[in-house]
Structure formats: structure tokens, C-alpha cells
């Protein structure tokens, strides 16, 4: 569902441990998602994406994962740095009579040096 | 500029003030989307609007929040007789208006009702 103000839950990691951060969407129909990180005092911006027909996808120290089965995502992060920590949020596309973008309630990471 | 342009950044005002934010999307994305964001919250969907199409006004707290766009460009969300639980970062997104494309943000606007 929709993301409606919850408390954000946090994950703490040590520097140069990975990191991962899980999100679960609610619609079995949806064949894209994207992962965002948001810093501090600014808005989110695109980290990675992935369309259904993929289980696995990296980039560069950030690997996301696509479990359709139990509709979940991760995203993996290696050798986590200070400037990691950020909010993550996961986002799928509705396909309603509106075609809007849904964000997950959110991650917050801190990384400790 | 090159990406999505919000202002003001920062706004204080009176409880009982109407305030107007505006948004400036990137050109030629036919998607924009409002989110409200209260300090240490996830992102809570406002409104959002697609080409000409009627906007999806679902998210909208009460009738004294409202939103315009002209158009494809700029929006404006206008809160009536703020409420101190107003106070949040209002940020605004635009994409290109296919679901499978990633959305843009602006710096969003913070908010104080005093």
C-alpha cells in the first residue's frame, strides 16, 4: 500500500560491511521497480532499477534483488561507506486507473565509522 | 535548469496563513507528483497529475489542501489556514509519464507553521 508517515525503521552497519536493506511490494502485477536514496535536507534520488523479468541486478557496489515468489526486493550494498547513510526507499509503478509510482515506508541507514 | 525546481525552500508561516508552494518540472515530463515528508517519515502521497488527464487527488489530507498544474509545467500546492501539523517538507516529482520510468525530485520545500 501507500506510504502513509510511518516511523522509519534503521539499520545500522560498520563501515566496509555490506549492507541490506529489504523492502516487500503488494501488487504480484508489477514488472518495474526502482530503489532511491534520500540524504539528508534532499530529495530521493534514483539509485537502481529492475523489471520482473530479471531476479538480479547490479550496479556499482549496489546489487538489487527481485524474489516474485514472496513479492520482495533488496538491495545489497558492499563495503559500506559513510556517505551511504541515507534513507532508501523502494517504489513500484500502480497500474490503477492512474499509472502512479508507490513508495515503500522507507529505510534509514546508518553507517558507523 | 536541468532538474525539478522548487520554491520557496524554506517557508515559515503564521498558523491560519495560506500558503502557496510551487514546483518547476523537468521539460517535457508529463508526470508530477506531490509528497509530503514529516522529520523522520517515510514519503506520503499528495497528488498527482498526468498529461491532461484528470489529477488523483486520493492522497490529500483534508478539502484545505489543493493542488494545479498548467498543463505540462508548473504546479502549485496551495494548503488553506495552515495547521502546525502541517509543517513537513512538501517535495515535488516529475517523470516522463511512462510508469516505467524513474521519477525526478526537487529539493522539496520545508514547512513551519509557528
Known amino acids: 500500500g501507500e506510504s502513509v508517515g510511518l516511523h522509519l525503521p534503521t539499520l545500522s552497519v560498520q563501515e566496509g560491511d555490506n549492507s541490506i536493506i529489504n523492502c516487500a511490494y503488494s501488487?504480484?502485477?508489477?514488472?518495474?521497480f526502482i530503489w532511491y536514496k534520500q540524504e539528508s535536507g534532499k530529495g530521493p534520488q534514483f539509485i537502481i532499477d529492475?523489471?520482473?523479468?530479471?531476479d538480479k541486478r547490479q550496479g556499482q557496489r549496489v546489487t538489487v534483488l527481485l524474489n516474485k515468489t514472496v513479492k520482495h526486493l533488496s538491495l545489497q550494498i558492499a563495503a559500506t561507506q559513510p556517505g551511504d547513510s541515507a534513507v532508501y526507499f523502494c517504489?513500484?509503478?500502480?497500474?490503477?486507473?492512474?499509472?502512479?509510482?508507490?513508495f515503500g515506508p522507507g529505510t534509514s541507514l546508518s553507517v558507523i565509522p | 535548469g536541468a532538474g525539478v525546481s522548487q520554491s520557496p525552500s524554506n517557508k515559515v508561516t503564521e498558523k491560519g496563513k495560506d500558503v502557496e508552494l510551487r514546483c518547476d518540472p523537468i521539460?517535457?515530463?508529463?508526470?508530477l507528483y506531490w509528497y509530503r515528508q514529516r522529520l523522520g517519515q517515510g514519503l506520503e502521497f499528495l497528488i498527482y497529475f498526468q498529461g491532461n488527464s484528470a489529477p488523483d487527488k486520493s492522497g490529500l489530507p483534508s478539502d484545505r489542501f489543493s493542488a494545479e498544474r498548467t498543463g505540462e509545467s508548473v504546479s502549485t500546492l496551495t494548503i488553506q489556514r495552515t495547521q502546525q501539523e502541517d509543517s513537513a517538507v512538501y517535495l515535488c516529482?516529475?517523470?516522463?509519464?511512462?510508469?516505467?520510468?524513474?521519477?525526478?525530485f526537487g529539493q522539496g520545500t520545508r514547512l513551519t507553521v509557528v
Open positions: 516529482a516529475s517523470s516522463l509519464g511512462n510508469m516505467n520510468t524513474e521519477a525526478f
Open positions: 529492475i523489471r520482473s523479468n530479471m
Open positions: 521539460s517535457g515530463h508529463t508526470a
Open positions: 517504489a513500484e509503478p500502480v497500474k490503477t486507473s492512474y499509472d502512479k509510482v508507490i
Open positions: 501488487n504480484s502485477a508489477s514488472d518495474y
